[in-house]
Nanobody, 126 residues
Framework: QVQLVETGGGLVQTGGSLRLSCTVT???????MAWFRQAPGKEREFAAR????????SYADSVSGRFTISRDISKNIIYLQIDSLSPEDTAVYYC????????????????????WGQGTQVTVSS
């Protein structure tokens, strides 16, 4: 059974940084991965994605320049480095796996991911 577990969330002041981790177990397949986030009272939204080899990435406009997605293929861990945090980044952050690295806008929809982690809370105070 494939399981995704996120860690690294916490309480951070405005301007601070966090590095989230998503550990994949139950498979040696380095699936295309993504990070989504869901703020209180809002829909879950796409944040970043990465392909199997870690050579291609995409970011939402709202996080571009501040978020960096990467992966350790040998350990099957996916990271999300978040810099210059603001209160608007407060959300539950989820990692998710897709069956392929989409060539169209399918990657934006959480309906197109087959595995999900339980989420990790990021809270940014001012």
């Amino acid at each position: 059974q494939v399981q995704l577990v996120e860690t690294g969330g916490g309480l951070v002041q405005t301007g601070g940084s966090l590095r989230l981790s998503c550990t994949v177990t139950g498979t040696d397949d380095n699936l295309p991965m993504a990070w989504f986030r869901q703020a209180p009272g809002k829909e879950r939204e796409f944040a970043a994605r990465i392909n199997r080899l870690g050579t291609m990435t995409s970011y939402a406009d709202s996080v571009s320049g501040r978020f960096t997605i990467s992966r350790d293929i040998s350990k099957n861990i996916i990271y999300l480095q978040i810099d210059s945090l603001s209160p608007e980044d407060t959300a539950v952050y989820y990692c998710a796996a897709s069956p392929r690295y989409y060539s169209d806008s399918s990657y934006l929809s959480d309906k197109n991911y087959i595995y999900w982690g339980q989420g990790t809370q990021v809270t940014v105070s001012s």
